[in-house]
């Protein structure tokens, strides 16, 4: 390695800390007509100024400005401008944009206020991070990077839902901390690899009375806007009734919310007499250790005792029955540490005989508990979001109803939950319109497609309109490509009988790449040879070809409980063409609107005391980012 000869010391500039000269060795004097990086040995031309050298460092050695960055006194008597001055970076510059388009997604993505970008350990973070970049303000954050984000991300939005056949929309109303109404609308779709998608479409301040012709007007605007009003809608809601004249104002297929269903039948079962009765001594006890610091000291230490988790009790929340559930487990699980801690003298002067608990008021809550366990559970599974739930509603429906039945055997209190809970399911989902949409979902999942829970005349019912829609999907689609000649040869493909493909038992069981190049090249090779029109196809009507997809489908092993039906249909959709598209036209639909009341906590942590002011357009723009923004780490 060559020697360095550091700079003559009238070159003053403190770039010079880090380049040097070579020696020409066949001269034998320094060469001063090209500069070497004294790190990465990196070699310039010099022309007499220091400008490729500072842009070297800037760019390959950023580490090193902050020795650079000492000022230097000149004769003059003024300080010359440090290296870190000159290469701050301009807001236009690439590396500057992504910075602040980070920050955007960060104040988005992590519910954070916009006046984040303006504290004082957020600026030094960034400053130790990369100190050529300026931090734009709060202002330009809110009126054009989260602006310029939401529209970048609903632009891919609007275009992965445009190549969708249906679409389910999920509605739901909220009013916020500041008194503002909004209406969130959620959609969930199901792509061309049989993915299930959920997002956030639009959260709009609605002050008008929630009529349901003004609901409906609201559900027609999202669907222009968006561009999917021909996309089938299908509408999810609660059991208000301005939600089913919204739905039938706007001619969508109306989903009532499973679990808003099972959280009527619920709160009924609560409010009898003996439940209503427990949950109330319950809540005094819980109210109490969560307001006396010494109760609460002394339950903790009970806890250690009696070896129990380290639980806080849980209080209820009147909406919501599985809150009360939830407060009634969590005190039967603590109640040998709760009922030690009001015994103990520190608690007992300060508690009311009120808080005295007997035996059978603890084998009441026991009881309840195991009443209420199969609501619980089966909400729990319908709030999914991941995978398909419609499907369930129909057996799981059924199987409570079975499970609700009274058996004299039991307890009076069980028997009394179960009788108002049957009573209550019995009621619902009776219409012709929502029995034959729920049954065409659950024939459409090869886990129920057996559909036991239904006579035998009604599963040959679900199957038959199930093949007489799929066929005249077919016969649309037929029309549509007779409108484009170009598309003539997938026709003439799907009318023709051929050998079909083996059902795929193994989720795994793809067709291989090396097949699928195999297969073009032949046809590449002997196309014309042995062509199409040298084959006389058999053609068959979309309904013959419906119905022997069917009987195929059926005669198919069933698929395990534990295995995704959606995956199944993507390894089998060349086997079934027809039904591989009903799958996608009624899977894709959810069993409750938990995606659109998930916002309203999401909204909590944006519209909060502190930013009450934004307005609904920033409210929109930030829970529709939370949502949807897709940060790639």
């Known amino acids: ?18 380049f040097g000269f070579c020696e020409d060795k066949e001269k034998g004097v320094v060469d001063k007509s090209h500069t070497v990086c004294k790190v990465c040995r990196a070699k310039f031309k010099y022309f007499g100024n220091t400008t490729n050298m500072k842009k070297h460092i800037t760019r390959f050695h950023s580490e090193l400005q902050e020795r650079t960055s000492v000022p230097i006194a000149s004769s003059a008597g003024f300080t010359q401008r440090t290296l870190e001055q000159v290469a701050k970076l301009p807001s236009n510059s690439e590396k500057a944009k992504r910075i602040t388009r980070s920050v955007a997604g960060f104040i988005a993505k992590d519910l954070r206020p916009y006046c984040v970008v303006e504290n004082e350990g957020f600026r030094s973070m960034l400053q130790v991070l990369e100190p050529r970049y300026s931090v734009p303000s709060r202002r330009y954050f809110s009126d054009t990077a989260i602006p310029a984000l939401y529209r970048e991300t609903k632009a891919q939005i609007l275009e992965s839902i445009s190549n969708t056949y249906r679409i389910a929309i999920t509605c739901d109303a909220w009013t916020s901390i500041s008194t503002d109404s909004y209406v969130t609308i959620t959609a969930l779709y199901i792509t061309d690899e049989f993915k299930l998608t959920a997002c956030v479409l639009q959260t709009r301040a609605m002050n008008e009375s929630h009529t349901g012709t003004n609901v409906a007007e609201l559900l027609q605007s999202v669907a222009n806007e968006w561009k999917i009003a021909n996309k089938n809608l299908v509408l999810v809601t609660d059991n208000a009734s301005n939600m089913a004249i919204a739905a039938q104002l706007s001619k969508f297929p109306h989903v009532r919310c499973y679990a808003h269903t099972l959280n009527l039948a619920s709160q009924r079962a609560l409010k009898l007499p003996a439940v209503s009765r427990l949950l109330g001594r319950v809540r005094r006890i819980v109210t109490f250790f969560h307001r006396s610091t010494t109760a609460k000291h002394q339950l903790e230490e009970k806890q250690k005792q009696l070896n129990l988790p380290s639980h806080k009790l849980k209080s209820d929340v009147i909406t919501r029955w599985n809150s009360a559930y939830e407060m009634l487990e969590r005190f039967i699980e603590q109640q040998p540490a709760v009922c030690a801690a009001l015994l103990s003298p520190e608690v007992r002067k300060g508690a009311s005989e009120i808080f005295s608990l007997t035996e059978s008021d603890i084998s009441c809550a026991e009881d309840v508990v195991n009443a209420l366990k199969p609501m619980k559970d089966a909400t729990l599974l319908m709030s999914e979001e991941s995978s398909p739930t419609a499907c369930l509603i129909a057996p799981l429906h059924a199987k409570l109803i079975q499970d609700m039945k009274e058996n004299t055997e039991e307890k009076t209190v069980i028997r009394e939950i179960k009788r108002v809970i049957s009573e209550d399911l019995s009621r619902r989902y009776t219409t012709v319109q929502e029995t034959n949409l729920l049954h065409k979902c659950a024939s459409l999942d090869p886990r ?29 689609d037929k029309a549509k490509e007779q409108e484009n000649p170009e598309d003539s040869t997938v026709t003439e493909a799907s009318n023709s009988v051929s050998p079909q493909p083996k059902v795929a038992e193994n989720q795994d069981d793809r067709p291989s790449t090396s097949t699928g190049r195999a297969s073009s090249l032949l046809q590449c090779l002997l196309g014309q040879t042995f062509s199409d029109a040298s084959v006389t196809p058999h053609h068959q009507s979309a309904h013959a070809i419906a119905e022997e997809e069917m009987t195929r ?49 999401t909204a909590g942590d944006i519209v909060t005391a502190q930013r009450s002011t934004l307005t609904p357009e920033h409210v929109d723009q930030l829970l529709f980012l939370h949502k949807n923004l897709n940060l790639a780490i």
């Open 553 to 601: 489908y059926l005669g198919s092993p069933p698929l395990s409980l534990s295995e995704d039906p959606l995956n199944w249909w993507h390894v089998n959709k060349v086997s079934f063409p027809l039904l591989s598209k009903m799958a996608k036209r009624y899977l894709c639909i959810p069993a409750t609107s938990v995606s659109a009341e998930r916002v309203f906590s």
């Open 448 to 476: 129920f497609k057996a559909l036991p829970f239904l006579s035998k005349e009604k599963r040959e019912e679900a199957y038959k309109t199930v093949t007489t829609e799929a066929s005249s999907l077919q016969e649309e």
């Open 1 to 18: 390695m060559d020697k360095l000869h550091p700079a003559p010391s009238n070159l003053k500039s403190t770039v010079w800390q880090h």
